[in-house]
């Protein structure tokens, strides 16, 4: 990020100002992190000097949060080329707090309209996780999403109801979830339906799995040796 931030003034002298104030004066992410949710979530009666200081404890106390929060910058320029995470960094604060019960300063920082999505804090959300062009992003309390997860603009999440999203998986814009969607799966639509779901989601239980899909394999292999579907004979 300094890098970039350091290239954009050499071409764009006028922002030096601007990147300095919100990224290469800072020596840390988490001080970088909070001096940006201060700015954005502000206003006239709640400055930013007076959230400045919870942002930085929050973040400081949380260093599985700042983790997260570098997971989800590398998904991001990997597969949007885009470091505007603001949104989700917000998310997980609020989603911090709620855990700590300071439920009044989550629901504050859910309802700010500064970024035109809404993100229940109550709700639970994992690693490597883009958003892409996220706005009217709907996610309800009791949604959970796994880790390494895309989703598209004006989707809605659950509601009052658990909804889970798996590992990998990926949502379509303007789609409204109201069932799981599973591991490495797409979907797409009001209501979503599920498309390109994963055959064998071996990860998600290996050992539980494992008689399973060797069972399944090897009758395979029997299919096509045999040219139909045949099975062995039982052993006494």
């Known amino acids: 990020m300094l890098e970039e931030a350091n290239s954009d003034v ?7 100002i601007y990147y300095h104030a919100s ?8 001080s970088d992190l909070a001096n940006i949710l201060s700015v ?22 949380s260093p599985e949060m700042v983790e997260s929060v570098k997971r989800d910058l590398i998904a991001a320029k990997e597969r949007h080329r885009t470091f505007s995470l603001v949104k989700l960094i917000a998310s997980l604060t609020s989603h911090k707090l709620w855990t700590q019960d300071r439920k009044i300063l989550a629901l504050l920082i859910q309802n700010r309209e500064a970024f035109a999505v809404d993100f229940h ?28 997860v895309s989703i598209l603009h004006g989707m809605t999440l659950g509601g009052t109801w658990n909804i889970m999203i798996g590992e990998g998986a990926k949502i379509g814009s303007g789609s409204v979830v109201l069932k799981d969607v599973p591991l490495r799966t797409t979907a797409v639509g009001n209501p979503a339906r599920l498309i390109g779901i994963d055959q064998f989601p071996v990860e998600r239980d290996v050992e539980r799995r494992r008689p399973i899909l060797i069972k399944r394999r090897f009758s395979e292999h029997l299919q096509s040796r045999c040219g139909f579907k045949c099975r062995p004979h039982k052993t006494v």
């Open 23 to 30: 990224i290469t004066s800072h020596r840390s992410l988490d």
């Open 40 to 61: 954005k979530l502000s206003t006239s009666t709640l400055p930013s000097n007076t959230i400045l200081e919870m942002f930085i404890s929050v973040l400081k106390e």
């Open 121 to 148: 804090p109550g709700a639970k959300i994992g690693k490597g996780i883009l958003f892409d062009h996220a706005t009217g992003v709907v996610i309800g309390e009791t949604a959970v999403i796994g880790d390494n």
């Open 10 to 16: 050499e071409q764009e002298p006028i922002l030096s």
